[in-house]
């Protein structure tokens, strides 16, 4: 009963404060209160770096009026004295969902995918939604508003976090009292995009990031092209992202990669978003700071693992290890940095967590200054409300905490949130610190009690002699509740008195287990005992482990250099006319091969004796699926929109592994789900570069087709997606071929146009810009493909698999069409009944320039053993099978005048062999791509010693944060997925 | 040119069974066979210059060097190397000829625990897959049922057979087991991310494991009026009659899984997979157990680990004095026909190369169990071997130009190399 009355009370009060005028009042009288408030004394942060003692600061009427050293405080203002206590502008949150409900997940009907969009008059993709407002979805949540205001935080920006377009956000003051008209500072704060689709649809694309960073720029495309007026149907998805492209853009991209990859599709489009990351942004700071962008920082820095089992801590990676270790690190690097960013309750569990977190960030360094600004200022420059929000300047909303001490101090005490003139009270500041050792005294016995923890919610310790009796302590009002516990007889001593307002002493009531009634009186002994809160934060920082490159177990301490280099006396394939020649030496100088011959002079290169050893060209993958975060496209039966380029993961262990096999050049393609495919990335496997670094520079361009099972979806369970048969494929590039003819025509014309990314692509095959290697197994459709491309006036670049190629090689010869195979895969799908190994001998055979590829992680580190195969099926030469991972994948892939073989001027791609290369005997000792040494079998030898010191030590440190209290959680291995072309994700 | 002709009569000879699926299986061995002047690796790390091997009634009876005097068809090996027939344990070649398609797969029955389905009976011996075995040397396989916790009961057989009963060396010879794992993979069809994360059922599955076993030996005890297949089929394991296969990886499974057999009474148990049975080594030799472990041709299983752990692996182990075969459980079956390039993978990590060899004939008839006639070239043992014009374990001179099983001369064509010479032929290569 007592709250509710407060409750109503506060609610009258404040309504007289923010009253709209123009509305009627049934329940009483108009009146308003003009009075101010003032508060004084206080230290006053106005801005972050804008610190008055003893100052004051005068509000009315929910804004500031006011603020600093002399203020003159009128006649009708409520004066409240804040004697040692401190005044901040309270903190803005730029990313949350508050008061907006979770969408709901859409429900399945039956296991085939759904291809189509479920709405009509919006955008053809379900998951572009920015005609969404989320201020239609918006109910305030008071019990959740407290939670952030306890945390220090007064405003909200809010929006619906479902899908990849998802419309308008909502700039909310958490003030409980004034409804909605007074609290929402803005009704479209801002659109807010992701590469998340949305749970409230099944369309099926994008399954793909790199899908949803086509589907974004479409998007885009789309939207200029509706803007000019050239669409006569109506579209309210774009009509909404015409009309709100002035606001400001928000990106949740969730990962320091995908922070990159949304600025780029920004800068295409002239659009800066502000990045909300995901915590790594440390790892690859020079590229975060050269995105020019600002940011919103989540700081769910991750809890310590759990290893005190040693067969769980296995299934952890250095790199999970390191970012428990490392992610702190994170805001003090962006600030280092000049990176502009705000910080967030995002990705935490609760609001209540932020403050432990913070303190993480402090230990390592995190500026304080920098923290208040990255809470205040920054966030309201980067939602645009620096006119309204985040200092305590004259005409700003009065949204403000008052704390007994230094906001970042973790002894500190927030007491009060004031939010647009509204008192919220955290820690009533008015109650008497009582923390401290007491006597207590009742019925001839004395108990020594400690009291100690949070001044406005204290633990206390109850013992007398060596006897300790649990404790339960309530205080509030000045009211002391202490009840306490004798074990050995399960006694209850319950105890209730008031703390008086001058003195160290207090007394009351005791209520004994016989249910007798006494006194008590418990005198001060001593000041506050150090707590175990209190040596935590005393705590030393941790040791910090380096970033290394990649930051990932056997990354290198600095990104390997290149080095002029002279390989003597080895055995050298040149993989050219040369042969293969004894006794040999190579120089290497500037990336680049300059010299073969013998006794060659070293000219200020390191020599290499490689004698008893043999140097060839770096091997060439034509058909990999390493190092890339997504492989398939699977929502559209086309998908040339989409790019590999776009998700290349330059830390995946496969690089290292795919060196360490010999291995310098991969052609990463898409998968096969589709008939048209993805865009392929062509990259060199420059382990500790970043994604952009390993492709080619002018790569060549290159798509994925696919026919066959695969892309008729035989092996599971989907019947409703065109083609389901061989005959349906061809319709599909005869139909895709026909639109891009028409479509180039046009642009040629110069006539407007809608971009379409996908035409734009396919156009390019029949320009011969762009070459096709399609994945094939039976010779029916091999030659179809031929003959299609024949119709179309183009020739298709390469047959990957290609198992039934010996059935039609004299047709491929003709056709001028090369062939990228498995040395001895077969029997696994029924389209592969008739593969053989000894297809690549009888294509090589026929005149089909013929490579051996892998398309699998673990095969492509032993391509020499699978090319050796081709000696024994088929009999080829030792030489013509070499060429088959080297200079013909590198002709496949027309990087022949750069790699592929030892010649003067060719890159530097090499590889030294312990054994003769096509030998099941031999071994990589050096990989080396473009003169720069990326694997060393001596290097491997420390690595391996520093992974597991590393470990060691990170170990260690978890199990003293677990013993010292420290939060921990269960093992957990990487989710990390292998691809193949089938893998859809 | 001599290659050329016989390619050529091959072909003529071949054209019209082209639509059979297998080679006809070789007749009973009706006369002595000599094989003179080639260098005999024995598969127990011995190897014999300039041999000289003689078999009859499928039965080697002489083996030594050039003293040995020559009985009835010559064959002259000079320069070329002899093999005992390599063995393919775990693998379920002729239950499953295309993995896709569904109708031709029989390897993985419905059921958890179910030691009485037997593979020998679904085995396939006409299938393709498995004639592709024998150019490569690979002439014997243990059949084996996948899937499930206890997958049923394997057979081990020779790769040239009419049917079934003809293919059968030992019947029956094992029961397959996969020890669960203390920590599993998230269900990605479900929302989880595919990260490892403690099993919470592991001690329980642990326990149904022990009760099954605990039954099992309780019912072969007494007279029962129940009749159990299930019980039935497990009592070879307490007689010592079967081995118990217990495909484990972790050091911590290994060790539960050894000690749950040993005290359920299981009398000869054999780890498969073993990926880091290299860290316990003193307790599975202790325990008496060998190891099945997986082929080099492997990714390692964890991103820390070295790049090369699958690579040396099976060395680690025999080094350190364990009982060691490779198996490739985890491939497609085709796959097994790479068996001598997992060993000769070996080599590159620093093993000898006749040690090596043993890793996939002697040390895996021993620990099938068919030592007493397969796995090394001895006199006494089955003539089951091959010739091959060089090194076998390295690909480009794996060349087989004979193979015989318990002495019958079997043929090397195959599906595949029909295809090859009938298309060599159309484009006159």
Redesign the interface.
């Known amino acids: 009963m007592k709250k509710l009355t407060v409750a109503l009370f506060t609610g009258l009060l404040s309504m007289s404060l923010v009253a709209q005028e123009y509305f009627p009042k049934n329940d009483g009288v108009k009146e308003k209160n003009t009075n101010y408030t003032a508060f004084t004394n206080a230290t006053v942060y106005v801005s972050p770096t804008k610190k008055i003692n003893n100052g004051t600061l005068l509000i009315q009427d929910g804004k500031v009026v006011a603020s600093g050293k002399s203020v003159s405080i009128p006649k009708n203002s409520v004066i409240i004295d804040l004697e040692g206590k401190y005044i901040y502008p309270s903190f803005i949150d730029p990313y949350t969902n508050f008061g907006i409900e979770k969408p709901k997940r859409a429900e399945g009907q039956g296991r085939s995918p759904e291809y189509g969009a479920s709405r009509e008059g919006f955008y053809w993709n379900d998951h572009i939604m920015p005609e969404r407002n989320s201020m239609e979805r918006f109910k305030y949540d008071k019990k959740n508003a407290e939670e952030f205001r306890a945390a220090g935080f007064g405003t909200l920006n809010t929006h619906t976090m479902d899908g990849i377009a998802r419309g308008t956000g909502v700039l909310v003051a958490l003030n409980d009292d004034d409804g909605d008209a007074a609290r929402i500072i803005e009704d479209e704060s801002g659109q807010y995009f992701s590469f998340e689709k949305s749970v409230t649809s099944r369309q099926s694309y994008p399954t793909s990031l790199m899908g949803a960073m086509a589907l974004l720029r479409q998007m885009h495309w789309d939207a200029d092209w509706y803007e000019k007026g050239n669409v006569d149907t109506k579209d309210r998805s774009l009509e909404a992202l015409i009309e709100n492209k002035n606001l400001i853009s928000f990106f949740e991209a969730g990962s320091k990669d995908n922070n990159l990859r949304a600025d780029k599709i920004g800068d295409q489009f002239n659009i800066q978003y502000v990045i909300v990351g995901g915590g790594q942004e440390y790892e690859l700071i020079e590229d975060i700071k050269a995105t020019n962008a600002s940011y919103i920082i989540p700081i769910n820095f991750p809890d310590a693992y759990d290893v005190s089992d040693p067969y769980a801590a296995k299934y952890l990676t250095l790199e999970q290890m390191r970012a428990w270790n490392q992610a702190p690190m994170n805001p003090k690097t962006l600030a280092d940095n000049g990176v502009p960013f705000a910080l967030t309750t995002f990705e935490l569990k609760k609001p209540a967590e932020f403050k432990d977190k913070l303190n993480r960030a402090f230990e390592y360094g995190f500026d304080k200054t920098k923290a208040l600004e990255a809470l205040t200022t920054v966030p309201a420059r980067l939602l645009g409300a620096t006119d309204k929000l985040g200092t305590l300047e004259p005409g700003k909303h009065a949204n403000f905490l008052i704390t007994s001490g230094d906001i970042f101090d973790k002894k500190t005490t927030l007491y009060e949130n004031w939010v647009q003139g509204n008192k919220y009270v955290v820690n009533t500041k008015d109650q008497k610190d009582i923390r401290g050792n007491y006597a207590l005294s009742a019925g001839g016995k004395t108990y020594d009690v400690k009291i100690s923890g949070d001044v406005a919610k204290p633990k206390a310790k109850v013992s007398m002699g060596d006897v300790e009796y649990p404790a339960k302590l309530e205080y509030s009002d000045n009211w002391v509740t202490l009840s306490f516990t004798d074990e050995k007889t399960n006694q209850v001593f319950r105890t209730t008195g008031i703390v008086p307002r001058d003195g160290s002493n207090f007394s009351g009531r005791l209520l004994l287990p016989d249910g007798a009634e006494t006194q008590y009186t418990a005198t001060r002994t001593g000041g506050e005992t150090e707590t175990e809160d209190d040596k935590d934060s005393t705590a030393k920082k941790p040791e910090l482990m380096p970033i290394t490159y990649p930051n990932v177990g056997y990354g290198y301490d600095a990104k390997p250099r290149q080095q002029d280099m002279l390989f003597k006396n080895a055995t050298v394939w040149t993989g050219e006319d040369a042969g293969t020649l004894a006794n040999t030496d190579v120089l290497v100088k500037d990336g680049k091969i300059v010299e073969i011959g013998q006794n060659l002079r070293a000219r200020g290169a390191t020599e290499i004796d490689a004698s008893g050893k043999h140097l060839t060209a770096g091997i060439i993958d034509e058909h990999s699926h390493i190092a890339a975060l997504s492989i398939n496209e699977a929502g559209h039966n086309s998908s040339a929109e989409v790019t590999i380029e776009d998700v290349v993961d330059p830390e995946d262990i496969n690089i290292y592994r795919n060196l360490a096999g010999g291995v310098t050049s991969i052609q990463i393609l898409h998968g096969s789900a589709n008939p048209i495919g993805g865009r392929s990335a062509i990259i060199k496997l420059k382990w500790g570069e970043g994604a952009d670094d390993l492709i080619y520079d002018n790569s060549p361009k290159f798509i994925k087709f696919a026919l066959g099972e695969n892309v008729k979806q035989s092996n599971w369970e989907s019947y409703s997606r065109f083609p389901q048969t061989r005959m349906g494929v061809e319709q599909v590039f005869v139909n895709y071929f026909n639109r891009a003819k028409e479509y180039d025509q046009k642009k040629k014309s110069g006539k407007p146009l809608r971009y379409d990314e996908e035409m734009e692509v396919v156009a390019e095959i029949l320009n011969g810009e762009r070459f096709i290697s399609c994945h094939s197994y039976v010779q029916s459709e091999i030659n179809m493909l031929m003959k299609v491309a024949e119709q179309f006036d183009f020739n298709v670049n390469t047959f990957t698999h290609i198992l039934e190629g010996y059935k039609v090689a004299d047709k491929m010869k003709e056709h001028g069409v090369g062939g990228s195979t498995f040395s001895d895969w077969w029997a696994y799908k029924y389209e592969v009944n008739d593969a053989i190994p000894y297809n690549a001998a009888i294509m090589a055979k026929a005149g089909v320039v013929t490579a051996i590829n892998s398309d699998d992680a673990e095969m492509s580190r032993r391509l020499n053993q699978e090319a050796a195969k081709t000696v024994k099926y088929g009999g080829m030469s030792e030489e013509e099978a070499w060429k088959m991972v080297t200079i013909n994948p590198a002709k496949l892939l027309h990087l022949d005048t750069r790699v592929g073989s030892i010649k003067e001027g060719k890159d530097a791609d090499l590889v030294l062999w312990s054994d003769h290369p096509l030998s099941v005997y031999a071994k990589p000792e050096k990989t080396m791509i473009e003169g720069t040494v990326y694997f060393d079998l001596e290097k491997d030898k420390m690595l391996r010693q520093k992974i597991k010191e590393e470990r060691n030590k990170l170990e260690k440190m978890m199990l003293d944060e677990k013993n010292g209290g420290g939060k921990t959680r269960e093992p957990k291995g990487k989710d990390k997925q292998y691809f193949h072309c089938e893998t859809i994700n | 040119m001599r290659k050329l002709k016989y390619i050529a009569i091959c072909f003529w000879a071949l054209t019209s069974g082209l639509l059979n699926a297998q080679q006809t299986p070789a007749p009973e061995q009706t006369s002595p066979i000599t094989i003179k002047g080639a260098t005999a690796h024995i598969g127990n790390g011995s190897v014999i210059e300039n041999s000289t091997i003689v078999f009859q009634n499928g039965t080697i009876t002489a083996i030594g060097g050039p003293e040995v005097a020559t009985q009835g068809t010559l064959i002259n090996a000079q320069g070329k190397h002899v093999y005992p027939g390599i063995i393919a344990p775990t693998k379920s070649l002729g239950l499953v000829?295309?993995?896709?398609?569904r109708a031709s797969d029989d390897q993985d029955e419905l059921g958890d625990v179910i030691p009485h389905v037997r593979s020998l009976i679904a085995y396939n011996a006409e299938s393709?897959?498995v004639e592709s075995m024998r150019p490569n040397g690979v002439l014997i396989g243990q059949i084996t049922p996948q899937g499930g916790r206890i997958s049923g009961t394997s057979s081990i057989v020779q790769f040239d057979a009419w049917n079934w009963e003809d293919a059968a060396l030992k019947t029956d010879d094992g029961i397959h087991l996969n020890w669960p794992n203390?920590?599993r993979?998230?269900r990605w069809w479900m929302g989880e991310?595919?990260?490892?994360?403690?099993n919470k059922e592991y001690s329980a599955q642990i326990d149904e494991l022990k009760t099954y076993m605990v039954n099992a030996m309780a019912y072969g005890n007494g007279a029962n009026s129940s009749n159990n297949q299930g019980f039935k089929a497990m009592q070879g394991l307490f007689d010592g009659s079967k081995k118990l296969y217990m495909y484990a990886n972790?050091?911590?499974e290994i060790i539960d899984a050894v000690t749950v057999a040993k005290e359920s009474g299981v009398k000869n148990v054999v780890i498969v997979g073993g990926y880091e049975a290299h860290k316990i080594i003193p307790f599975l030799k202790q325990n008496n157990i060998p190891v099945l472990v997986g082929q080099p041709?492997?990714?390692?299983n964890?991103?820390?680990d070295?790049?090369?752990l699958p690579y040396k692996l099976p060395k680690i182990l025999a080094e350190g004095g364990l009982l060691v075969g490779i198996q490739n459980q985890d491939m497609?079956?085709?796959q097994t026909?790479?068996l001598p390039?997992y060993a000769?993978?070996l080599?590159?990590q620093g093993m000898d190369k006749e040690k090596a060899l043993q890793l996939i004939t002697g040390n895996s008839a021993k620990i099938l169990g068919i030592d007493q006639e397969y796995g090394t070239l001895e006199n006494g043992k089955s003539a089951t071997l091959f010739i091959s014009e060089g090194d076998a374990?390295?690909?480009?001179?794996?060349?087989l130009t004979h193979a015989f099983i318990d002495g019958r001369d079997i043929s090397l064509e195959t599906h595949?190399?029909e295809?090859?010479k009938r298309?060599?032929e159309k484009?006159g290569?």
């Open positions: 000829e295309v993995n896709a398609v393709k897959v203390s920590f993979r998230g991310d595919r990260g490892w994360k403690p972790g050091e911590k041709h492997a990714l390692p964890a991103e820390d070295d790049y090369d497609s079956n085709f026909r790479n390039f000769g993978h080599v590159s374990l390295d690909m480009r001179t794996n060349q595949q190399t295809l090859w298309y060599s484009y290569q």
